[in-house]
């Protein structure tokens, strides 16, 4: 799949918006977009696959207004695809490398085209090769959301030993932490939330106590946990679930102090130090049933990610 610099065209296909807006009001599939440009340090990726994140909609609604990549715009942080040029500083990838990652390493601050083109430009610090095992659909699902997951457990100092409730488990962060939660920090209990068809999914994946929201409010257990990791926005709820002296994170905020709110910083070292539990499955992508949707159905997809029904990820594959 490797492509020489001749093969590369000059224009691309991608969907952007140029207005801050409900992004599938203002979504629009440009077929004559400027191929990126890469400097020293990046890579220039044909896109196999990309996953969406809530951080997409929110932005085309003018989160990052004041530091955001001027219009057009192409939305998507989360790629696999293949290397087809290499920047003259870039020593960790060649062309015809398979490579995914998170393309903003500042999440605030993103590129004008995201992983929803053709091609997509990218830092080589932000990017990681591939796992051999996992399929292009399921390496692009992983990068923001298992960076999110992992930096967040780093933040709250968790280590082995100590019990942690993960609220929206099923969810495409939720459903790493509980497995990074077990396999890579070594917890002594697991718990986590989602509604009922959704319970068995948290036992596959590691949870010891599955709670039905629909049914019971956590904060109500008797027991109570060294670290709440919120996915959902209810941080003034998770500090009642904690014990003395525990932690809550959040990355849906805003946090109710002293809960921290959170936002990952885009790292290929932290896909690199996950490699040997993907290699191994001891940690799996989970995606959304609905997943793969194909490249002209992008809009229907953010409809879809904004139900925040999706179970794990919802990816865009094939790419034209």
């Known amino acids: 799949m490797a492509a020489s610099t001749t093969s590369i065209p000059s224009h691309i296909k991608a969907w952007v918006y140029n207005e801050y807006r409900n992004i599938e009001e203002t979504l629009k599939l440009d077929p004559n977009i400027a191929t990126p440009q890469i400097k020293d340090d990046q890579v220039l990726i044909k896109v196999v696959a990309a996953a969406l994140n809530p951080v997409d909609y929110k932005k085309a609604l003018g989160l990052f207004k004041d530091t955001d990549s001027p219009f057009p715009t192409a939305p998507g942080y989360d790629v696999a695809g293949v290397v087809v040029k290499v920047g003259s500083k870039v020593k960790k990838f060649k062309v015809g490398d398979e490579v995914y990652g998170d393309i903003n390493e500042n999440a605030g601050n993103p590129k004008a085209i995201g992983t929803l083109a053709e091609y997509t430009s990218a830092e080589e610090k932000v990017l990681a090769h591939k796992p ?40 495409g962060v939720g ?14 209990k697991v718990a986590a939330t989602a509604s009922t068809g959704k319970l068995e999914l ?3 994946l590691g949870a010891d106590l599955p709670i039905d929201y629909t049914k019971e409010n956590f904060e109500e257990l008797p027991e109570k946990f060294d670290f709440v990791y919120d996915t959902v926005g209810q941080s003034d709820r ?13 990355i849906a905020g805003p946090a ?33 049933p609905k997943s793969p949707l194909p490249f002209s159905k992008a809009i229907e997809a953010f409809s879809y990610l904004k139900t925040n029904r999706a179970t794990g990820k919802v990816v865009i594959h094939p790419i034209p």
Request: hydrophobic share 45%.
């Open 175 to 188: 459903s790493l932490v509980i497995q990074l939660a077990k396999q890579v920090f070594g917890a002594s």
């Open 256 to 288: 109710s102090p002293p809960a921290i709110w959170f936002f990952l910083h885009s790292d290929g070292a932290v896909l690199d130090k996950l490699k040997p539990y993907l290699d191994s499955s001891k940690v799996k992508p989970v995606l959304d």
């Open 132 to 171: 051999s095992n996992l399929s292009f659909i399921e390496a692009s699902s992983l990068p923001l959301a298992i960076i999110t997951a992992y930096q967040g457990i780093e933040r709250a100092q968790f280590s082995s030993g100590k019990s942690i409730l993960v609220l929206g488990g099923a969810g």
């Open 202 to 204: 948290l036992r596959e």
């Open 238 to 250: 998770a500090l009642k679930a904690t014990k003395e002296g525990g932690q809550v994170i959040t």
